[in-house]
């Protein structure tokens, strides 16, 4: 479900109230994580760029909060850590939000940040 809010802001006021806390302290978490990243929306949804290309987004689904974290590697990485998730190539699915584990996120963006591989 595509938003089309022009901002990030918007786009958390637009989402389901029960659901606002927690995309609030994800992009809290990718502000603070994602240094030199731009701040966006693509897709419908918030993103986070780095020399103009989308290496983080998540998003507000109908049946949940997605993270998309566009280094493969990362993922890989770290799929021990996200047992019991739906994970897909880039795609991390939260059916529950009060899952949404802060601390594996932000190693999630912070190896983001480390990692030379190329988003896909």
Known sequence: MQSKAKDVTGYLLEAEPER???????????????TGY????????PCYKKDGTTEVGFASQKNYISLYILKVDVVEQNRAALKGLSVG???????????????VIRKLLSDTVRSNDIPC
Not at 20 to 34: D, G, I, S, W
Not at 38 to 45: P, R, V
């Open 20 to 34: 606002q806390e927690y995309l609030a302290k994800l992009r809290e978490l990718c502000r603070e994580v994602l």
């Open 89 to 103: 190539k880039g795609c991390i699915r939260y059916s529950n939000p009060k899952k949404m584990d802060m601390e």
């Open 38 to 45: 731009e701040e966006g929306m693509d897709y419908g949804m």
